[in-house]
């Protein structure tokens, strides 16, 4: 009997023993024959065909037959069926050629899924953890072909998403450049890169891939490559790009506008001040060192000082005069003073708080708590507005805090008046410590902490008064507004001054200090992982017996990981490993802190 002589009706067979028996017979055209009526009817025999795969893998393991990868695939489907997937995935490798990808069925999605997630593993194994393994070739092959498939579909997104997950960057660039719409994906794939990927070291190969294909447009995006460059912590690009911008025509200095204004959105104050000294800008401080009639005097010299370039020679370039003219106003806006004004004027603008809420608030509460959590209200409801018209109107009511609950009365003021930098201490001046002590503690301290709020990550001008005012406190109260305030006005500035002053405020070893001088130092080196502040901060946590100094220092120490994805995960297993509980706690902080990005936002409220 040959294959020749045999007329079969696949459509009306009940039963396939029939064609199982052929896989007995000695002749190869029977067998191959058999394996090709079993591959189009193996989806509804399969449970009989299951009885007789060992004979079907034989022949794919015999090098001499030569339809192997049709018997891998009919072995391949029969354990799909089994939910044998690694099975599945083993023969279907085998059979690599004769998956038809652009079919839709059941077995090709998990087959290709089961191959895209081992690809996935060892690929990571590769790349991430440096390990020394070689993926099969025909791995590769089914996933190159998926590509293959998504790029006939016109779905490069899912392409896109591939690429990321296996570190085929490659095809990462493939997926952008072939799509319609190539500034589309470029933005969709940098949003999936900073939402979703969670490796520090992938994620800046992702955005230096991207950086390269934003440089390489016919009209190179520089306010998404300035975005990247933020995220890689390379502040020296973004000059020689502004630079480049600012010497150019007239028509780029929007652009140039654009990306300050994203760099000041965007950055620390760490990379906003190396940016201003490579523009060679230099920071304004028009804050006084006391707020009384001495900032007269701290005026006068500056308007005598305007006079002495005059003496000097003109500059005959115009150039040069019309670049100057350029870099002041990109220094107005990395300074933050046209920022935070606009939003200011908007905040201003826009607030259409219920005051009758409040009142009703206020009427309600007959004790300390009800008072206090009315007047925190009140600051997140005007916040960044300067609407102070509430505590104004209810000063005999707002006269009742006593203590700790005056010192929030009197931070809330710092709230409301968020950025409203110009006259902060001429606002603050009758709750400031004077030199002749006698003002309360509780308030002098929360004015010091309202300082700090007003001038949020953005305090320049504010920093020489708050550390000075935190070198001559004698009172562990106004201390403890200080190291808080100074904190806030100093985030993410890396400043190893304030830092160390913060640090000697901490090893008083008092509750109250020390308590803030911890969350003022996590401030200050917030998101930069620095090996001595951690060392410091774990050491002396270890040593303290203050509860309130271990918490302050334990969410100190969850704001240095800010940011930091894996580069954090040595400290955070110390730390959730550690005997004491509040260290623990602490662990878990750095966990959840270490990919939110509205953080910076969030700690303007919290003490």
């Known amino acids: 009997m040959t294959a020749a002589t045999i007329s079969y009706n696949s459509a009306g067979i009940t039963s396939a023993a029939g064609v199982i028996s052929l896989l007995s017979e000695p002749q190869i055209e029977l067998k191959i024959f058999a394996l090709n009526k079993l591959n189009l009817i193996v989806h509804e025999f399969w449970a009989e065909i299951s009885d007789v795969v060992d004979k079907i893998e034989i022949l794919y393991e015999d090098e001499s037959f030569e339809e192997r990868e049709l ?207 490579g523009l060679g800008i230099k920071q304004k401080s028009t804050t006084p060192e006391t707020p009384a009639e001495e900032s007269m005097e701290v005026d006068t010299p500056s308007s005598t000082e305007a006079v002495k370039p005059s003496e000097e020679p003109v500059k005959t370039v115009a150039e040069d005069s019309a670049i100057d003219k350029k870099k002041a106003k990109v220094g107005s806006i990395l300074s933050g003073e046209i920022p935070i004004s606009l939003k200011s004027q908007f905040l201003i603008r826009k607030n259409t708080s219920d005051m009758l809420v409040l009142k009703n608030c206020k009427d309600a509460s007959r004790n300390a ?97 708050l550390t000075e005012q935190l070198q001559s406190a004698s009172n562990e109260t106004v201390k ?42 996590g401030l200050v080196m917030m998101g930069s992982l620095d090996e001595d502040a951690l060392s410091d901060m774990v050491q002396y946590a270890h040593e303290t017996q203050h509860e309130k100094i271990l918490r302050g220092l334990s969410l100190g120490i969850a704001l240095v990981c800010y940011g930091q994805l894996e580069a954090a995960d040595p400290t955070i297993t110390e730390l959730a490993d550690d005997k004491d509980p509040v260290l623990r706690m602490c662990g878990m902080y750095s966990v959840g802190i270490l990919t939110r990005k509205n953080v910076l936002n969030g700690f303007l409220m919290i003490k």
């Open 369 to 465: 708590v009800c008072h206090t959590a009315t007047v925190i209200a009140n600051s997140f409801m005007h916040a960044g507005t300067t609407c102070d018209t509430f505590l104004r109107d209810n000063l005999d009511w707002l006269a009742k805090a006593t203590n700790w609950a005056k010192f929030t009365a009197t931070a809330s003021i710092g709230v409301i008046h968020h950025g409203h930098e110009t006259n902060a201490l001429k606002l603050m001046a009758s709750y400031l410590p004077k030199d002749p002590a006698g003002g309360s503690p509780y308030q002098e301290g929360g004015a010091l902490y309202a300082l700090g709020m007003i001038h949020a990550n953005h305090g320049a001008a504010i920093i020489p008064y």
């Open 71 to 277: 018997s891998a695939l009919v072995a391949s489907k029969v354990y799909y069926h089994l939910g044998a997937y690694d099975e599945a995935l083993h023969y279907a490798l085998g059979a690599a050629t004769l998956l038809n990808f652009n079919q839709s069925s059941e077995y090709i999605d998990t087959v290709v899924a089961r191959a895209i997630d081992q690809y996935i593993t060892k690929r990571v194994q590769l790349c991430d953890e440096g390990c020394d393994i070689t993926i099969d070739p025909r791995l590769e092959l089914i996933v190159e072909k998926m590509f293959q498939r998504c790029f006939d579909d016109g779905r490069y997104k899912q392409a896109v998403g591939i690429a990321l997950e296996t570190r085929r960057y490659d095809m990462l660039e493939s997926s952008i450049m072939k799509s319609e719409d190539i500034l589309a994906m470029l933005s969709y794939a940098l949003g999936i890169a900073m939402t979703l990927l969670q490796k520090r070291a992938v994620r800046n190969t992702v955005l230096q891939v991207l950086v390269r294909l934003y440089t390489n447009l016919s009209q190179p995006d520089y306010t998404n490559m300035c975005q990247c460059y933020i995220y890689l912590n390379e502040p020296q690009t973004v000059v020689n790009i502004l630079n480049k911008l600012i010497s150019s025509s007239e028509a780029e200095l929007l652009m140039v506008f654009q990306i300050c204004f994203d760099v000041y959105e965007s950055a620390t104050q760490h990379f906003i001040d190396e940016v201003m000294e």
């Open 480 to 521: 403890h507004g200080g190291c808080l305030g100074l904190g806030l006005a100093a985030m993410t500035s890396k400043n190893s001054e304030i830092y160390e002053q913060l640090k000697n405020n901490l090893y008083q070893d008092d509750a109250i200090i020390g308590e803030a001088a911890g969350l003022g130092m």
